[in-house]
């Protein structure tokens, strides 16, 4: 089995021994009532009967009960009974409630029901060898329940340690910030990002019988040892942004005033007088502070 991960490179995963099918069974209240009944009449036979003959009939009746109580396995909802006989897959049993299988099989219960992992919290280093911190939480259920036991020796943790590398090869894949390029990023890409992490468990956990509803991430953030000095970054990003924002529309409020003077006849203006009320516009505008008015009581220059 061949995985294509996202930075390009196929990890190859060895095809699954065997595949979930149905075992054979039946309903197990039938065997119930003849193996008791069985025990029952062994019991009864002996304690009638003293021949060697009714002996041997005895426990013959007691040996078979016995077998056939000894085949009832109970399937709660959620769960399902892995079936091998002498060391071969035989079959799983789904069917809920009490059931009557071959009883020299080995039963092992697994579970069916939707799971929840966690990963710690990871320090990673994205695409830009920045160090992250980084977690993800992923939903998974067991689809195939063959594979789950005869696949890997533990599908829990091989869940877990899967999980933990998808999360590794995701934040070596992709940068923190793109800060204005084209790349996809994981902080803002959050729904692209999530779509391929939850691509790469599923590819990784498969061989597994494990089937990923969901994934997600839970923590993204920086290191803290550089965690100021991006966060001084990124402020200096957002400053420089707000002011080229407030010097767009101050020169657009200068150029709509002088037009407006220009066609309203208010003043004739020439080239240095455009060019100091400019000035002083751009000053008024985009300034931090509150400008503070200057009185020329003299003539204009």
Request: aromatic fraction near 4%; proline fraction near 3%.
């Amino acid at each position: 089995m061949t995985v294509q991960t996202p930075g390009g490179v196929r990890a190859r995963m060895p095809e699954p021994p065997v595949s979930e099918h149905e075992a054979r069974g039946t309903s197990g209240w039938t065997a119930l009532v003849i193996g008791l009944a069985l025990i029952g009449g062994g019991i009864a036979l002996a304690a009638a009967e003293k021949t060697t003959a009714a002996k041997w009939t005895a426990a013959g009746l007691l040996v078979i009960g016995v077998l056939a109580l000894s085949g009832l396995t109970a399937v709660s909802p959620g769960q399902a009974r892995v079936l091998s006989l002498f060391g071969r897959y035989t079959g799983s049993v789904r069917s809920t409630g009490l059931r009557f299988v071959n009883p020299f099989t080995k039963r092992r219960r697994v579970s069916t029901r939707i799971r929840n992992h966690e990963t710690a919290i990871l320090k990673v280093n994205d695409a830009d060898g920045n160090p992250i911190d980084m977690a993800a939480v992923v939903v998974w259920q067991v689809a195939d329940t063959a594979q789950a036991v005869y696949a890997v020796d533990d599908f829990v943790k091989f869940v877990a340690i899967q999980t933990e590398t998808a999360v590794r090869h995701i934040a070596g894949n992709y940068p923190y910030d793109a800060r204005h390029d084209e790349r996809l990023s994981l902080r803002q890409n959050a729904e692209e990002i999530t779509s391929k992490l939850s691509e790469e468990i599923s590819d990784r956990v498969v061989a597994a019988g494990v089937h990923v509803i969901e994934s997600r991430i839970t923590r993204l953030s920086y290191a803290p040892e550089i965690a100021q000095s991006m966060l001084r970054r990124q402020q200096a990003d957002a400053v420089v942004a707000a002011r080229q924002r407030l010097v767009e529309g101050a020169v657009g409020m200068v150029r709509m005033a002088l037009d407006s003077i220009q066609d309203q006849g208010i003043v004739d203006l020439d080239e240095e007088r455009k060019a100091a009320m400019v000035s002083n516009l751009l000053v008024v505008l985009c300034s931090d502070h509150a400008t503070q008015p200057v009185v020329n009581t003299g003539s204009l220059y």
